[in-house]
């Protein structure tokens, strides 16, 4: 993991726990220092780093920083270092902090992964600002003697390890997109006889592994992924991605299966598939589609027998032919699903690119 810290080197206070920090982190870490903005910048644009972690607020390179950072993929931590406490905010306030507050500092802090704060008066500011639920108390042992200079780099780590874990679709290299795609087929089918060509042996390096597996958790498809897995026969590593802490969008909800929101009671296969694209039209208008859905459907469509006429007929009767057609193509892009089991044709227009655009940024912070 690389990690970037930019800090004011006329704060003595922070330059000095960044120093102590920094030099208390294991292997596991590779840090690099950073308090001239330029120098900064040609870091960020030059070097392939996973985490920006920025101390202290209201300096005007901030807002260059995340820039860059937002345009290189690199996620954003924030140390303030106190200095949202109100005691400072109020000093120059209409003059300096409120226009900053405004150009920057506020949104700062709120696109970045997590806060640390280094105590409970401090959190208790942060939860009064609200532009954060994010925060976590990291004493600093710089200034307290509570905590050791270890276990303050530990717990620093362990906060950049649950910011890597979070929404890992949007980290995964093409690579470990495409074996994600590989792996969901097979485990829908349980068969590599469903491929066009044989899928080639699955090799990935260990951090795309962990991506993958807690991704597979976090969406609910972990039975899927891990019945992939074993059709094709992979070795990977033994990660228990529910043991794996992460963060979740402040409006995400617990994914329910397609069965357990339209029941078991229907008259024929058809009015199950009808029921289940009305079902779809309503997740897609709550921004609630997941790929746990595409899979549930394109299983319920590859197991059953459906008169495709008639549900073709009824779904245009119903006004769902068109969403039908979208996620039709949905599921050729994501589960691997394949025309001859389509009961209407693929659509490709720019509200089925919006739906993808939804399905991808269902763990988005």
């Given at each position: 993991?690389?990690?970037?810290?930019?800090?004011?080197?006329t704060?003595?206070?922070?330059?000095?726990?960044v120093t102590?920090?920094?030099?208390?982190?294991?292997?596991?870490?590779?840090?690099?220092?950073a308090?001239?903005s330029?120098?900064?910048?040609?870091?960020l644009e030059?070097?392939?780093?996973?985490l920006?972690?920025?101390?202290?607020?209201?300096?005007?390179?901030?807002?260059?920083?995340?820039?860059?950072a937002q345009k290189?993929?690199?996620?954003i931590?924030?140390?303030?270092?106190?200095q949202l406490?109100p005691w400072?905010?109020?000093?120059?306030?209409?003059k300096e902090k409120?226009?900053k507050q405004l150009?920057?500092?506020?949104?700062?802090i709120?696109?970045?992964?997590?806060?640390?704060?280094?105590g409970k008066?401090?959190?208790?500011?942060m939860?009064k600002l609200?532009?954060n639920?994010?925060c976590?108390?990291?004493?600093?042992?710089?200034i307290t003697?509570?905590?050791?200079?270890?276990a303050?780099?530990k717990?620093?780590y362990a906060?950049?390890?649950?910011?890597?874990?979070?929404n890992?679709?949007?980290?995964?290299s093409?690579?470990?997109?495409?074996?994600?795609?590989?792996?969901?087929?097979?485990?829908?089918t349980?068969?590599?006889?469903w491929?066009d060509?044989?899928?080639?042996p699955?090799s990935?390096p260990?951090?795309?592994?962990?991506?993958?597996?807690c991704?597979?958790?976090?969406?609910q498809?972990?039975s899927?992924?891990?019945?992939?897995?074993?059709?094709l026969?992979?070795t990977?590593?033994?990660?228990d991605?529910?043991?794996?802490?992460?963060?979740l969008p402040?409006?995400?909800?617990?994914?329910?299966?397609i069965?357990?929101?339209?029941?078991?009671?229907?008259?024929?296969?058809?009015d199950?598939?009808?029921?289940?694209?009305r079902l779809?039209?309503?997740?897609?208008?709550?921004?609630q589609?997941?790929?746990?859905?595409?899979?549930?459907?394109?299983?319920?469509?590859?197991?059953?027998?459906?008169?495709?006429d008639?549900?073709?007929?009824t779904?245009?009767?119903?006004?769902?032919?068109?969403l039908?057609g979208r996620?039709?193509?949905l599921?050729?892009?994501?589960t691997?699903?394949?025309e001859?089991?389509?009961?209407?044709p693929?659509?490709?227009?720019?509200?089925?690119r919006?739906?993808?655009?939804?399905?991808?940024?269902?763990?988005k912070?």
């Open positions: 993991m690389r990690v970037l810290h930019y800090y004011p080197l704060d003595s206070m922070i330059a000095q726990h102590v920090l920094t030099s208390s982190m294991g292997l596991e870490v590779e840090n690099h220092l308090t001239d330029s120098k900064a910048k040609t870091l030059d070097g392939s780093y996973d920006l972690h920025l101390h202290g607020c209201w300096r005007n390179s901030l807002r260059t920083m995340i820039g860059i290189q993929g690199v996620r931590v924030v140390t303030p270092h106190g406490e400072v905010v109020d000093q120059n306030y209409w409120l226009p150009l920057y500092q506020r949104d700062i709120r696109q970045a992964y997590a806060i640390i704060i280094q008066m401090e959190q208790e500011c939860k609200a532009w639920p994010r976590v108390i990291v004493r600093n042992a710089v003697r509570s905590t050791t200079a270890e303050m780099a717990e620093t906060i950049y390890r649950k910011v890597m874990d979070s890992p679709l949007q980290l995964m093409d690579e470990t997109l495409e074996a994600l795609g590989i792996i969901i087929k097979a485990g829908i349980g068969d590599t006889r491929f060509t044989p899928p080639s699955v990935l260990q951090e795309s592994w962990r991506q993958l597996l991704y597979a958790h976090q969406e498809i972990t899927t992924i891990e019945r992939g897995l074993q059709v026969r992979c990977y590593p033994d990660i991605a529910s043991q794996i802490p992460y963060f402040a409006d995400y909800q617990q994914v329910s299966c069965g357990e929101s339209i029941g078991n009671q229907f008259a024929s296969e058809n199950r598939l009808l029921a289940t694209f779809v039209r309503k997740l897609i208008a709550s921004r589609l997941s790929i746990r859905h595409l899979i549930e459907i394109d299983q319920e469509l590859r197991q059953h027998h459906c008169g495709e008639a549900l073709s007929e779904l245009k009767e119903h006004k769902l032919w068109t039908a996620i039709m193509q599921l050729s892009e994501l691997g699903f394949t001859g089991f389509m009961p209407v693929p659509l490709n227009d720019r509200t089925t919006q739906i993808k655009r939804q399905i991808e940024n269902h763990l912070i």
